[in-house]
């Protein structure tokens, strides 16, 4: 019972371990004389992602390799049919153009390459389909390609927007990273030990675990960004946070994971990747369908009923 308690609270601890950890480090970098959307594109942008890549670290070097690949591939499924679909139905999201036509391509390419790496045994005939520790370089040098691309995209006030930061003293600074980095470390360990107890409590996969509830649950700041965001009617923010977090998960967070320890793949997960890539193009054609470069409330809710739709698949088949 304390492991399922430890599990559920893991989630809190974990997401306001990383909102600690943004707050203190932005701050500190703004004290640097760091610009507000230097800071929101990496400070801001890696502690969104804290969530996954901590719960990925401990599931990799703990051998629980299939809630490391379900967290991920269910983040990216979630973010776009259920964050996007919620944000979008909250208010109509208008995309920028560097957005449709550069970074939605760029987080399909991420999910190409996913399917291509982790099926060694369909391309190359090969006994078992791991993800290589080349595998994971070959995503970390991805990654580095997209970050001097955002980079470069700060030169451009059209396509990009400043983060506000909360200016705090160096005390109640290095508080806040401390405090945020306990909580990550303990809201890791809570979930990966809850996901794998609940997986042999109820004899399901931990592959289900992962694709579900932990990915959910880890995806939570981006559902609660995006929403806000929609509200706020800033809705570029609310589909640059979404499409950003699927290229850092993939590229970063299953990029480490492999380099940590190779992530077996087991082929039934194929299924998943398809989704993946099927909502990244779902996305990118529904930018061109109805209002140009807008997903529209109705958009909206068929993705969401796509979510509906792949869950009540899972449920019957993993």
Same mark, same amino acid.
């Given at each position: 019972?304390?492991?399922?308690?430890?599990?559920?609270?893991?989630?809190?601890?974990?997401?306001?371990?990383?909102?600690?950890?943004?707050?203190?480090?932005?701050?500190?970098?703004?004290?640097?004389?760091?610009?507000?959307?230097?800071?929101?594109?990496?400070?801001?942008?890696?502690?969104?992602?804290?969530?996954?890549?901590?719960?990925?670290?401990?599931?990799?070097?703990?051998?629980?390799?299939?809630?490391?690949?379900?967290? !991920?591939?269910?983040?990216?499924?979630?973010?776009?049919?259920?964050?996007?679909?919620?944000?979008?139905?909250?208010?109509?999201?208008?995309?920028?153009?560097?957005?449709?036509?550069k970074e939605i391509p760029f987080?399909?390419?991420?999910?190409?390459?996913?399917?291509?790496?982790?099926?060694?045994?369909? !391309?190359?005939?090969?006994?078992?389909?791991?993800?290589?520790?080349?595998?994971?370089?070959?995503?970390?040098?991805?990654?580095?390609?997209?970050?001097?691309?955002?980079?470069?995209?700060?030169?451009?006030?059209?396509?990009?927007?400043?983060?506000?930061?909360?200016?705090?003293?160096?005390?109640?600074?290095?508080?806040?990273?401390?405090?945020?980095?306990?909580?990550?470390?303990?809201?890791?360990?809570?979930?990966?030990?809850?996901?794998?107890?609940?997986?042999?409590?109820?004899?399901?996969?931990?592959?289900?675990?992962?694709?579900?509830?932990?990915?959910?649950?880890?995806?939570?700041?981006?559902?609660?960004?995006?929403?806000?965001?929609?509200?706020?009617?800033?809705?570029?923010?609310?589909i640059g946070n979404v499409v950003?977090?699927?290229?850092?998960?993939?590229?970063?967070?299953?990029?480490?994971?492999?380099?940590?320890?190779?992530?077996?793949?087991?082929?039934?997960?194929?299924?998943?990747?398809?989704?993946?890539?099927?909502?990244?193009?779902?996305?990118?054609?529904?930018?061109?369908?109805?209002?140009?470069?807008?997903?529209?409330?109705?958009?909206?809710?068929?993705?969401?009923?796509?979510?509906?739709?792949?869950?009540?698949?899972?449920?019957?088949?993993?």
């Amino acid at each position: 019972m304390m492991t399922y308690i430890l599990f559920v609270v893991g989630f809190y601890i974990l997401i306001k371990g990383a909102d600690l950890l943004v707050d203190g480090s932005s701050s500190i970098a703004k004290k640097l004389n760091i610009s507000n959307i230097v800071i929101g594109l990496t400070i801001v942008a890696f502690g969104t992602s804290a969530p996954e890549f901590i719960v990925n670290i401990f599931a990799s070097a703990k051998g629980n390799t299939e809630i490391a690949i379900g967290n !991920i591939l269910g983040s990216n499924i979630a973010n776009i049919l259920l964050i996007l679909g919620v944000a979008s139905i909250i208010y109509p999201i208008s995309a920028k153009k560097n957005t449709v036509l550069k970074e939605i391509p760029f987080s399909l390419l991420a999910a190409l390459l996913v399917a291509i790496t982790a099926n060694d045994v369909l !391309i190359d005939g090969s006994s078992a389909s791991v993800i290589t520790r080349i595998d994971g370089f070959v995503f970390l040098g991805f990654f580095i390609i997209f970050l001097y691309y955002t980079f470069s995209i700060t030169k451009s006030d059209d396509d990009i927007n400043e983060t506000p930061v909360k200016e705090l003293s160096y005390l109640k600074s290095a508080t806040y990273i401390l405090l945020g980095l306990t909580g990550l470390v303990l809201g890791g360990k809570w979930i990966v030990d809850g996901a794998v107890a609940i997986a042999e409590s109820f004899n399901v996969s931990q592959s289900l675990i992962g694709l579900t509830v932990v990915a959910v649950g880890t995806s939570l700041p981006e559902l609660a960004t995006s929403a806000v965001a929609a509200y706020k009617k800033q809705s570029d923010i609310a589909i640059g946070n979404v499409v950003g977090s699927n290229i850092f998960n993939i590229f970063w967070i299953l990029g480490a994971s492999a380099v940590i320890r190779p992530l077996p793949f087991n082929t039934s997960s194929n299924a998943d990747i398809l989704v993946n890539i099927l909502a990244s193009v779902i996305l990118f054609f529904a930018m061109y369908v109805g209002k140009k470069h807008v997903l529209e409330r109705w958009q909206g809710i068929i993705l969401l009923l796509f979510y509906i739709s792949y869950l009540v698949y899972l449920v019957n088949t993993r």
